[in-house]
């Protein structure tokens, strides 16, 4: 990391004693001060004031300092302040499970619109959803699902009579926080109070499950909605390379020391032969959504690269419509280009989802629907 | 040629209308007014209809000043016949000489309370406004007197006990010496009307100073622009009428969500569970305007975007607005020279700081005490009160220009009607 300029630190020291220490983590004034703000936003009453910079000396001045220490040591502010915003939820973080990001909150906000409107206008029927979330986490993209699905206000009257959503991880950690949160956010009235019953989260080896009978995968999912097909299987599951996460990787240094390597790297035991350790779980995802005759099946990638590779993966399966969306949500949809190529990336804005649609009916909606869009 | 003569005499009209006269096009505006508000006072009388209660409530304001105008004009005509009647006796004429100066005084007040009525009020007037501060010309200092732009504006405001948000702070990290600086900065009000009172600040502001980083002790001039716009209420008015329905392509606050481009801003790089950025910056960009917004004051990123969506529903209503203005403006200007508005471009105020002084370009205010108007202070609101008073002054000649306007239009009409014949 290159040195911070000590024209920046003096500039912040006169501003702020806490900023210099901040910088250390944020880089820059702006967002310096913006976390420092969160903070002081924290410890003292929510304050609504136009003052800039200098504060009073408080009693929980105390408190902030101690925030500060931790910040500037790398510590995640998610961590610190206990929670993170996500759509209209606020989602508890503790360490041990991954911090929601931003990217997550896009794509997934854009995954709930096209759930309603594939159910609205390819199926007019329809009342029920049926949705699983793996490698769930915080549950904040279940969480967040539901508060779109079936918002919590009543005059915005949800599409759906019947929305099930399970969301499965392997860490303890991890269902606890998850319940915990769903809770929090009824209380936050931020859920529809109908989300108790719709949503549950439970204990589940994915990588497990992939290796297991066709039968067995289908009685895992369908047990307890044998009637519903299974609409969207919808994950964010560990895809760092061991390369990545080593330092000087594009793992950065607080990810790798704050947060958890289960919840970020898959493990090296290898159970998809030819596949890369880093795309262990979409080789264990797409397996899980042919068997399970799921009709769309959504995951977040890391990078281009990647989103390519699961590309790939997925052809090789089955006839499918699979799209690659961007961070900045555009959609680049499977042209049939060569593997390498990276046509529609030419802006650098990188991959972030891939989307795999199974349903012959939605395929022909979606395709209907991208042509309208543009 | 007649055009020109037009101009002549409609200007002389408004240099012989001493402030207690009214020019007959504002008054006559004013009767056509009076008139539809009686008839529609009847007709509800008989017939109730919210939407002629609320016309009603509107047209009050100028009857009502017509009113009390044009019973103090009568009286002082009844004065002066007495007056110059022979055969009024002295006392009478006495008494009559005291009224007389009453009415005389009483009638310049009573002229511009009618002319202030006849203004219709801005249409952003009710609403909460948002203040944007951007350096222009000179550097670092302009973004060193940015800074103490927006001090004076937080500082009026606290003075005036309007809460004031500061939602958007981008510090200058480029000025030398430290001085606090800023590129770019929102100070949000919330209380409804703050619109009216900020509106007199929009455009460039002038500093005149030997800044802080000079060396050889030159003065220098730098700007920096200010904005001013209405702030919305989080949610439309939803199914309603008017301007804050956004749903309603009419409406001046709707926007095409197709024109619009969102991004989250991040660093270039790896993104996703590589890095843990805490920003949840979002940028909006209105592809036709290339209207750019950004925000990234709260850690939720949905909070951001209907934060920066509405900031850009005000700037493109905004914008439309100060669209409309030009085409009045310029049609005025056809008329008559010199009366229009001042737009963003325009060099509004300077801070003259070797000789303590603030200088107004529009009302030509002058304020000796530059520190207590920098310090948000009464000498301020004395400068704002003066642009306020400006603004309605053109107002009025620009009501006058566009009666002019139609007039000249009649003339030609019925011109071109004898020439066919």
Not at chain 1, 305 to 318: G, I, P, S, T
Not at chain 2, 53 to 81: F, Q
Request: aromatic content about 6%; some cysteine; overall charge neutral.
């Amino acid at each position: 990391m290159p040195r911070l300029p000590p024209v920046l630190i003096s500039q912040a020291a006169r501003l702020d004693r806490h900023l210099p220490l901040l910088l250390r983590e944020c880089r820059d004034l702006n967002s310096a001060r913006n976390e420092l703000r969160w903070m002081q936003e924290a410890v003292d009453e929510p304050q609504r004031e136009g003052s800039i910079g200098t504060r009073s000396a408080g009693p929980h001045d105390h408190a902030l300092a101690s925030f500060v220490k931790r910040r500037a040591r790398g510590e995640p502010i998610q961590y610190i302040l206990g929670t993170q915003p996500f759509g209209e939820l606020d989602i508890k973080c503790r360490p041990g499970v991954l911090i929601p990001r931003p990217e997550t909150e896009v794509y997934t906000t854009e995954l709930a619109r096209i759930i309603q409107k594939v159910q609205v206008e390819a199926e007019a029927t329809s009342k029920h959803c049926y949705i699983v979330d793996f490698c769930t986490g915080t549950g904040c993209i279940a969480l967040l699902l539901h508060s779109l699905l079936k918002p919590p206000t009543p005059q915005q009257h949800g599409k759906f009579r019947q929305l099930r959503i399970r969301g499965f991880d392997i860490s303890q950690h991890a269902l606890r926080l998850s319940a915990e949160n769903t809770h929090h956010n009824l209380e936050l009235r931020a859920l529809h109070k109908d989300a108790v019953q719709d949503i549950c989260f439970e204990h589940l080896d994915l990588l497990a499950l992939a290796q297991q009978p066709k039968e067995k995968i289908i009685t895992t999912l369908y047990h307890k909605y044998e009637a519903q097909p299974l609409d969207l299987i919808v994950s964010n599951p560990p895809y760092i390379s061991p390369q990545q996460y080593k330092p000087g990787g594009s793992t950065t240094k607080s990810v790798r020391k704050f947060e958890p390597k289960l919840a970020l790297v898959p493990p090296d035991s290898l159970l998809f032969d030819g596949v890369d350790q880093a795309d262990q779980f979409y080789a264990a995802l797409i397996r899980i959504a042919v068997a399970s005759r799921a009709r769309l099946l959504v995951v977040e990638v890391g990078d281009t690269e990647q989103a390519l590779r699961v590309r790939d993966m997925c052809r090789a399966h089955q006839e499918a419509w699979i799209e690659i969306w961007k961070d900045d949500n555009t959609v680049v949809s499977d042209t049939g280009v060569p593997f390498d190529s990276r046509q529609g990336f030419e802006d650098r804005i990188d991959a972030r989802v891939v989307a795999m649609w199974f349903d012959p009916e939605w395929i022909k909606w979606r395709k209907q629907s991208l042509v309208r869009r543009n | 040629m007649v055009a020109k003569q037009a101009i002549r005499r409609w200007q002389s009209t408004i240099t012989t209308n001493s402030e207690a006269e009214i020019s007959p096009s504002l008054l006559e505006r004013a009767r056509k007014i009076a008139a539809e508000h009686s008839k529609l006072s009847g007709a509800n009388a008989e017939n109730y209809d919210m939407a002629t209660a609320k016309r009603i409530g509107e047209l009050g304001p100028v009857t009502a000043a017509l009113k009390e105008y044009e019973a103090a004009r009568d009286c002082l005509t009844e004065l002066n016949s007495l007056l110059t009647d022979p055969s009024t006796d002295r006392e009478l004429r006495d008494l009559a000489h005291a009224d007389l100066d009453t009415a005389q005084s009483s009638l310049p007040r009573l002229s511009a309370a009618l002319k202030t009525s006849l203004i219709p009020p801005h249409p952003f007037a009710t609403f909460p406004a948002l203040l944007e501060i951007h350096p222009g010309a000179g550097g670092s200092e302009a973004s060193i007197f940015a800074h103490d732009l927006l001090q004076m504006y937080i500082s009026l405001c606290t003075r005036l006990g309007l809460p004031a948000t500061l939602t958007s702070y981008s510090s200058d990290d480029s000025a030398p010496g430290g001085s606090p600086a800023l590129s770019e900065a929102t100070l949000e009000l919330s209380t409804p009307g703050t619109y009216d009172l900020l509106r007199t600040e929009a455009g460039v502001h002038r500093v005149q100073r030997i800044p802080a980083t000079e060396k050889k002790g030159r003065t220098h001039t730098s700007a920096v622009s200010v904005l001013v716009l209405p702030a919305l209420p989080e949610q439309g008015g939803g199914a309603g009428d008017g301007d804050l329905n956004y749903d309603d392509p009419n409406s001046d606050f709707y926007v095409n969500p197709a024109d619009v481009k969102a991004d989250t801003l991040r660093a270039s790089g790896a993104g996703g569970q590589h890095v843990n950025k805490t920003e949840s910056a979002v940028r909006l960009t209105h592809i036709p305007t290339n209207t750019v917004v950004k925000c990234q004051e709260s850690r939720s990123q949905h909070k951001n975007r209907e934060k920066a969506w509405n900031v850009l529903r005000s700037k493109l209503a905004q914008r439309r607005r100060e669209e409309r203005e030009e085409q009045i403006s310029n049609m005025r200007r056809s008329v008559m020279g010199g009366v229009g508005r001042t737009g963003r471009e325009d060099k509004v105020r300077t801070y003259n700081y070797s000789q303590s002084r603030v200088t107004d370009h529009r009302s030509g205010k002058e304020s000796l005490n530059l520190d207590d108007v920098m310090s948000g202070g009464a000498q301020l609101e004395v400068v704002m009160d003066s642009v306020r008073e400006w603004m309605r002054e053109s107002e009025v000649l620009g009501m006058l220009a566009d009666d002019e306007a139609k007039r000249l239009q009649e003339e030609k009409e019925n011109r071109n009607g004898h020439g066919k014949k």
